[in-house]
């Protein structure tokens, strides 16, 4: 009897692994292997962790996808997209309903420190409405310089919206910061609220988090990239620190997309409708200045639709490819890109952490290093702190920023914002600070990866092959 109850559990969640949409064959196998080795481990594991059900309601008024549908922004007008990043800009709008959008400017801000300043400077000014959306927020000086800032908008009458990941801002909800925000009359919302974990396992992966960084000031001013609302420092890890972010500030257009994002997910944490923002018209030129879209992605959308973005980039190199994210563990498809880039002659490199918060992904990432120098790919690790800027530039004209990593977490699991805008002058910027995070950096050369023990390579082929299952 018990040998039939444990056949049964391997061939029903077998069954079950292999009739779930969006995961793709590695996946599956990976899963059917440990529960087949492991059945009553592997069924809990499966069960807590297997199926991305994220509890978000398509379909309502504000909710997402009824938002960012093409017709819902009525006083954006559709730039031309450029010649050169025509497939990115078409697979973006395909990906979350946005167009490109001209009649925008930028700024590549110096450092976190000035990043907080330049919010804090920003919500000040604010005359109608603050937005703010961070995975992490953290109570230290930059946290607190910004919930000060909160506070001072609300109390002169500024609407202030605030939204935190519930588990990545968990000691900050629990903060004197966070009801100091409520007695001011600030609105705050929780984004993926665990509750009881018990129940919340039932409903899906705990570990689906909204990763999103969205800051939007009186639906003209936006800002773009991997900073969280905490120090460089960043006490939570302090030991990798520092936290090396880059972050863009954007006026025009742009922000209204960003907004349509911020507000989906205000309807989830809040039920208020915030639709009328969206109709309001634009002000201002929108053939001029530069074109930039909004990408948000998450598990509702397309399987795959951050790799195809990444992907999709990548050949479309011509003449340089300059890549720098904290978490490279790819899928197939992604590493086969990033190598052919490289194998077609084109300059490809891409920057990594030497030290990285997380073991495993940077087992995992190391895995991918062999093939990549055979491809050409030059691989260049951060050894100035724990670089957490998530870029990607082609050809000195178009730039990828935002908060999604080239790892499955962000492809399959998190909830992300990028915007992708083309500009020489910007992406000159940008550049310029990639390359002033290589000039930190020890190149990683074929000798230094023939040195590795067996047992090392060993570990790090069996994080990557882990991967699809974590």
């Given amino acids: 009897m018990l040998l039939i109850f444990h056949l049964l559990i391997i061939v029903?969640?077998?069954?079950?692994?292999?009739?779930?949409?969006?995961?793709?064959?590695?996946?599956?196998?990976?899963?059917?292997?440990?529960?087949?080795?492991?059945?009553?481990?592997?069924?809990?594991?499966?069960?807590?962790?297997?199926?991305?059900?994220?509890?978000?309601?398509?379909?309502?008024?504000?909710?997402?996808?009824?938002?960012?549908?093409?017709?819902?922004?009525?006083?954006?007008?559709?730039?031309?997209?450029?010649?050169?990043?025509?497939?990115?800009?078409?697979?973006?709008s395909s990906i979350s309903g946005f167009p490109p959008v001209g009649g925008n400017s930028a700024q590549v801000l110096k450092d976190s420190n000035a990043t907080i300043d330049a919010l804090v400077a920003d919500i000040d000014a604010a005359t109608e409405h603050v937005h703010l959306l961070f995975y992490i927020?953290?109570?230290?000086?930059?946290?607190?310089?910004?919930?000060?800032?909160?506070?001072?908008?609300?109390?002169?009458?500024v609407t202030c919206r605030v939204i935190v990941d519930d588990l990545g801002s968990r000691d900050f909800i629990r903060s004197p910061h966070w009801s100091a925000m409520a007695q001011a009359g600030v609105k705050l919302g929780r984004a993926q609220p665990i509750g009881n974990i018990l129940v919340r396992i039932l409903k899906g992966r705990v570990d689906v988090r909204n990763h999103r960084k969205i800051v939007v000031i009186d639906d003209s001013i936006t800002y773009c990239g991997s900073q969280n609302c905490a120090d460089p420092e960043f006490a939570v890890k302090a030991k990798y620190a520092p936290w090396v972010d880059l972050v863009l500030?954007?006026?025009?257009?742009?922000?209204?997309?960003?907004?349509?994002?911020?507000?989906?997910?205000?309807?989830?944490?809040?039920?208020?409708?915030?639709?009328?923002?969206l109709q309001r018209p634009m002000h201002g030129p929108v053939d001029s200045g530069l074109v930039a879209q909004v990408i948000g992605t998450g598990p509702e959308n397309h399987y795959s639709a951050m790799p195809e973005l990444f992907a999709t980039l990548m050949f479309s190199a011509r003449r340089e490819l300059v890549?720098?994210?904290?978490?490279?563990?790819?899928?197939?498809?992604?590493?086969?890109?990033?190598?052919?880039?490289?194998?077609?002659?084109?300059?490809?490199?891409?920057?990594?952490?030497?030290?990285?918060?997380?073991?495993?992904?940077?087992?995992?990432s190391r895995s991918y290093y062999s093939e990549l120098l055979d491809a050409g790919v030059r691989i260049h690790e951060y050894i100035g702190g724990l670089l957490h800027a998530k870029t990607l530039t082609v050809d000195g004209e178009t730039t990828l920023i935002g908060s999604a990593n080239m790892d499955r977490r962000s492809f399959e699991l998190n909830f992300e914002n990028n915007i992708l805008f083309h500009d020489l002058q910007l992406t000159r910027a940008v550049r310029q600070r990639q390359e002033d995070y290589i000039a930190q950096s020890k190149e990683v050369r074929r000798a230094d990866v023939d040195a590795w023990s067996g047992w090392y390579r060993l570990r790090n082929n069996v994080m990557a092959m882990l991967s699809p299952i974590l």
């Avoid at 008024?61 to 819902?72: C, E, K, N, Q, V």
């Avoid at 927020?137 to 002169?156: C, T």
């Avoid at 590493?335 to 030497?354: D, F």
Wanted: glycine content about 6%; charged content about 20%; overall charge positive.
């Fill in 323 to 364: 890549i720098t994210t904290p978490y490279y563990v790819p899928d197939a498809a992604m590493q086969a890109a990033l190598c052919a880039c490289a194998r077609r002659g084109i300059p490809t490199m891409i920057v990594l952490p030497a030290r990285n918060d997380s073991a495993f992904v940077a087992a995992a």
């Fill in 249 to 277: 500030r954007f006026e025009g257009p742009v922000a209204r997309q960003n907004q349509t994002l911020f507000l989906e997910d205000w309807y989830l944490c809040s039920q208020e409708n915030c639709e009328e923002l």
């Fill in 12 to 92: 029903v969640l077998s069954v079950r692994v292999l009739l779930r949409p969006r995961r793709d064959p590695a996946s599956r196998i990976a899963w059917i292997l440990f529960i087949a080795a492991l059945p009553y481990v592997g069924a809990l594991a499966y069960l807590m962790l297997g199926e991305v059900r994220p509890y978000r309601l398509a379909g309502q008024p504000g909710a997402p996808g009824r938002l960012t549908a093409a017709g819902s922004l009525p006083h954006i007008q559709r730039a031309a997209e450029p010649t050169g990043a025509l497939p990115a800009f078409s697979l973006g």
């Fill in 137 to 157: 927020w953290l109570a230290d000086r930059n946290g607190s310089k910004v919930v000060d800032a909160v506070v001072r908008a609300a109390q002169r009458g």
